[in-house]
């Protein structure tokens, strides 16, 4: 797995900076879970936030010495996350009319890498991982899809606890992945 990882993804010192981010949107998750009376405004403000960080961590992953094959992943990905995370920032309005919409083609955006991981891995014991890792990832986008065009609340709620729990713990294993290896 670790070679794996290695070749897709890469290893990165920054590593510790990707744990930090699974463990806050871990946090994150469950306070919005347990507490959901705070307001859709804020769960959409704190996402917008988050995303900015994990947008800035992306771009530190994929412009370090020591980037991987996967790079480009996570260039792209940073732009889009770092884009979205302003423009939900920037107006609360806005963020609370397309909030599920961000978040669904963030997820749909990582389901696509996720398969695209897989797809690469085929040869290897465990890639059958990232494709459901992928399929998840894509299907908790639909369903955000179809949480804003209903406008349920309750359902956006849900989902997004559930999305920050699930993608905090994504983040934090694939952080121990990229951690370099000491050479002696």
Do not use: H
Request: charged fraction near 10%; charge should be positive.
């Amino acid at each position: 797995m670790k070679t794996l990882i290695e070749k897709f993804w890469g290893q990165t010192r920054y590593w510790w900076v990707i744990l930090a981010a699974g463990i806050l949107m871990v946090i994150c998750g469950f306070a919005y879970w347990f507490w959901p009376v705070a307001g859709y405004a804020v769960a959409s403000q704190i996402f917008g936030w988050l995303l900015i960080l994990v947008g800035i961590v992306q771009l530190l992953v994929s412009s370090g010495p020591d980037r991987g094959r996967g790079w480009g992943w996570w260039l792209a990905g940073g732009i889009i996350d770092m884009f979205i995370g302003f423009l939900m920032v920037r107006s609360i309005v806005l963020s609370e009319a397309v909030f599920p919409y961000f978040i669904a083609f963030i997820f749909i955006f990582w389901g696509i890498s996720a398969l695209c991981s897989a797809v690469n891995q085929s040869g290897r014991r465990y890639w059958w991982l990232q494709l459901i890792n992928g399929i998840l990832l894509m299907l908790i986008g639909f369903f955000f899809i179809e949480a804003g065009w209903v406008q349920d609340m309750a359902m956006t709620s849900f989902l997004t606890s559930l999305a920050f729990i699930y993608w905090g713990f994504t983040l934090a294993m694939l952080s121990y992945d990229m951690k370099p290896v000491e050479r002696r």
